[in-house]
């Protein structure tokens, strides 16, 4: 709540210098408009696209195990520990027959509820930014990616991995867009 504030308060103090913002949904313009009083012209919605590498790299691992990766900013919304928690459960035989990985920077709550259970399960978890072609190595050696987010309004993660043409495990969830739009549909009948 108090970073909230504080963040309200620099966005007032630099919007009279900024003519546009850009957001991806009209779910997060909305949202922009409600949280900071940013006028709705001010906004403009440009969706993203699929990241596309300029080259992808050749697949490096040969070992056998089915590897699982979880990538980007790690924090509570995207699910980690949700993947963890559900890893965890997994009995031991099935967990021997997976690689499991979650790359990139974590927050410090969850690595200090996640990272040390994640270990004990066999979980490789690199808490730490990565830079790009290292990243695109590490998609190009997975075989499947996973994505259990809690919500969602747009994901570069996601937009990244479709471009690998890999499997894909997704949590079942509308978007805020999709969420706002139901919603705006059942206030009418």
């Known amino acids: 709540a108090e970073q909230q504030k504080s963040y309200r308060k620099r966005m007032a103090e630099v ?30 919605v440009i969706p993203h696209g699929i990241f596309m590498p300029e080259q992808f790299p050749k697949r490096e691992r040969t070992d056998k195990p089915l590897r699982l990766l979880l990538f980007g900013q790690q924090s509570p919304y995207k699910g980690t520990d949700l993947f963890v928690e559900a890893i965890e459960q997994l009995p031991t035989s099935y967990r021997q027959n997976v690689d499991i990985h979650i790359t990139g920077s974590t927050d410090r709550h969850m690595t200090e509820t996640y990272l040390e259970r994640a270990q004990k399960i066999g979980i490789t978890w690199q808490n730490t930014f990565i830079e790009e072609q290292q990243l695109f190595q590490e998609i190009q050696d997975s075989d499947i990616l996973v994505y259990p987010y809690r919500a969602i309004s747009q994901s570069g993660a996601l937009l990244l991995g479709i471009a690998f043409q890999k499997p894909i495990i997704l949590s079942d969830l509308r978007s805020e867009e999709h969420t706002s739009e139901l919603q705006s549909r059942s206030d009418l009948v």
Request: proline share 3%.
């Open 15 to 44: 919007m009279p210098f900024i003519s546009q913002f850009i957001v991806h949904t009209q779910s997060s313009k909305q949202k922009a408009h409600d949280e900071f009083g940013i006028a709705l012209d001010k906004i403009a």
